[in-house]
């Protein structure tokens, strides 16, 4: 149980164009979800958290009209990479945590690598 | 501010046994995480900690002292497959993860 899935797994664009990535929970539903970034040999950046049903809460440092989050449902969070330039290529990977009040644990899923051109 | 420190990189050997420390100051603190992330793939779990003291998951054993403010990750049997980065994680008092860099880890044969 408890897993979460990536779209796509690997993406290449040009400057200047949007790239969605899309967020899902599988076997459980997600009141939180998480957006992560991570730079080659770096740990984990949080850019953003996001609620079902309501706006994202974007980490200090992220451009929230350049990577635009939205959390239509319980199992689905997207992230829009809008004018993406090649200092946006990244690794990126999104954590959805469950309903349960008393559980903290985030899981991953097999993240994003975009790479802009 | 919020730190979490870690070595950035181990070495040993397969069979061995490998201790990763974590050392962590934060605004408060509702547990810590141990993660294992494979190059190129996202984290795992492994360990949660909120309680001092040690867990044992087969293989991996996760210790907790709260007042020292540190952690550390035992791995025994060491086998290829753990060649990995270890990240440690504290929940803080707003219930966010803070992340340590990660110990990238290398087994030799």
């Known amino acids: 149980g408890a897993v979460v899935s990536q779209h796509p797994s690997w993406v290449i664009c040009k400057s200047g164009t949007s790239v969605k990535i899309e967020c899902r929970s599988l076997?459980?539903?997600?009141?939180?979800m998480f957006w992560y970034r991570q730079f080659p040999k770096q740990s984990l950046m949080l850019m953003a958290t996001?609620?079902?049903?309501?706006?994202?809460?974007?980490e200090q440092g992220v451009e929230k009209d350049k990577f635009l989050i939205n959390h239509a449902s319980l199992t689905l969070s997207t992230l829009t990479v809008t004018s993406a330039h090649p200092e946006d290529s990244s690794f990126y990977i999104c954590?959805?945590?469950?309903?349960?009040?008393?559980?903290?644990?985030?899981?991953f899923g097999p993240g994003t690598r975009l790479t802009v051109t | 501010g919020q730190n979490i420190d870690q070595p950035t990189e181990m070495t040993a050997t397969e069979g061995a046994i490998v201790q990763i420390n974590c050392t962590y100051q934060?605004?408060?603190?509702?547990?810590l995480f141990w993660y294992q992330q494979h190059a190129g793939e996202a984290p795992t779990f492994l360990s949660y900690?909120?309680l001092d003291g040690l867990e044992e998951k087969g293989r991996f054993s996760s210790f907790l002292s709260r007042s020292k403010g540190y952690s550390y990750l035992l791995l025994k049997e060491l086998q290829m497959k753990d060649s990995a980065s270890y990240l440690c994680?504290?929940?803080?008092?707003?219930?966010?993860?803070?992340w340590g860099a990660g110990t990238k880890l290398i087994i030799k044969p």
């Open positions: 954590s959805a945590k469950g309903l349960r009040a008393d559980s903290y644990e985030q899981y």
């Open positions: 076997d459980f539903q997600a009141t939180t």
């Open positions: 996001s609620n079902e049903g309501s706006k994202a809460t974007y």
């Open positions: 934060t605004s408060g603190f509702n547990g």
């Open positions: 900690n909120v």
């Open positions: 994680a504290v929940l803080d008092s707003n219930y966010q993860l803070i």
